[in-house]
């Protein structure tokens, strides 16, 4: 998952002006041919079911186009509303930058002067600013507060009061760590000093003045349109699912379309006009001295040819999205594909579109994600349940040879339950720290659930039937 840095300063009010939605430029052919024929060789090869891409160079539109089809079986086009997931974070940093511009707030003053209900089970709480919120300095983090795992909130209000018995797990302003909920600290903080909805606020400060009129953002898991749910690849094959449960509204909750992020990629590109001043957009552009890379809302990088971008990655566990602004040639890019951050298709996709549009060629997949992995489990999955039957069948036979202390031969039975009672921390470790539940796990890593849990289900049964063979003896 890509991480983003926020850093800015109190400067003076500049007053919002609507900005002229883009009128679309005459296409060059060297540019929408090659994308499209790149993003079907690339579906063909991996059978992503649908992806939406948007191409702009300074004030054009180059290309924006849908292809496939939405979980829902509706094409996708231009104008197919979809998941930006953490893509949104860009969104959120802009909001809390006019609020500093009109002199609402200070980045450098702490949160909890403008959001008394911002409290945690640790006194360093009170030096969080705003500032540490938007480049993820705060000493918040998945290692002390396991935002994923535990029960979710529904609402922004929700979501900063259960930090009430969070601890940090640095001091702020110390070390960077990528943690959603810093950015729904400050949306709920948007909320509060701006007096309205977040999404109220965002679509009268943001998407209005852009054009982008078909943009919005969502609570949870539940807000997601038909349009905006996505798939997992299970035995090389897209399979539409929902959403696991979850709350993103200020760090992961904006839906959009393809034309609406050409709007967007516009704007940054001419240095969001109206909306910030230049001084306002250099810092939302500098990473902190913690992470250099990560600036307020965007990743600082640079392409493989040496051009400097800024970009963001957004990673649903049924859709990914990813954004690139190429500041010096003017181009900026965004996809959004309907299947999740196990096989990163957005990323794959906005690499090679940026290779097109710097003049290269890029590679396509070899082929289908995670088929020969997910092949191997399938059998092994097989073969477990057809153990377990013999293993049951066999159960009289079992406990005639085997009495008293010889049936603690069935324990190395119940390891797959352990594991499977025990897979989040274990998760955690090999992640170095990050969260998720365990049902999300089964999102990133599903033909090993199934077999993890058809493994603990067959350990069970057998167990049961060779005690109740031994028992009935």
Known sequence: MLKTVLAALCLTFVP?????????????????????????RHRAATGLPGVAVAITRKGEVVHTAGYGETATGEPVTAATPMAVASVSKSFTALAVLRLAEQGKLAL?????????????????????TVRMLLDQTSGMADTAFREKS??????????????????????????????????????????????????????????????????????????????????????????????????????????????????????????????????????????????????????????????????????????????????????GIAVMANTGMAFSDAETLMRGLVTIVEGGTPRVPGGRPMLVTDALFALLTLATVALAARGTVRARRWAARRTGWQRWRLVPYLAPLVLCATLEPVHRFLARGRDAAFVQLAYLYPTFMIWLVTAAAAGLTVIAARLWSGARR
């Open 16 to 40: 919002v002006t609507s900005v002229p939605a883009p009128v679309p430029a005459p296409v060059p052919a060297s540019v929408p041919a090659p994308v499209d024929a790149y993003v079907e």
């Open 108 to 128: 450098d003053q702490p949160v909890r002067r403008y959001l008394p209900e911002f409290t945690m089970a640790d006194p360093r709480a009170g030096k969080i």
């Open 150 to 331: 535990l029960p979710q909130p529904d609402t922004l209000r929700g979501a900063v009061a259960r930090l009430r018995t969070a601890k940090l797990a640095a001091d702020p302003g110390t070390a960077f760590s990528y943690h959603n909920t810093n950015y729904q600290v400050a949306a709920r903080l948007v909320e509060v000093v701006g007096g309205r909805p977040f999404a109220d606020h965002l679509a009268a400060h943001v998407f209005e003045p852009l054009g982008m009129r078909r943009t919005t953002t969502i609570d949870t898991d539940r807000g997601l349109p038909g349009t905006a749910r996505g798939h997992l690849y299970v035995l090389g094959r897209a399979v539409a699912l929902p959403e696991p449960t979850a709350f993103g509204n200020g760090s992961g909750g904006v839906i959009s379309t393809a034309d609406d992020m050409a709007r967007w990629l516009i704007a940054q590109n001419a240095g969001l006009p109206g909306l910030l001043s230049p001084q306002g957009v250099e810092e939302m552009r500098t990473g902190s001295e913690q992470n250099t890379d990560y600036a307020l809302g965007w990743q600082l990088g640079t392409t493989d040819e040496g051009t400097p971008v800024l970009e963001h990655g957004g990673d649903l566990f049924t859709s990914t999205a990813y954004q690139v602004v190429m500041p010096g040639p003017g181009y």
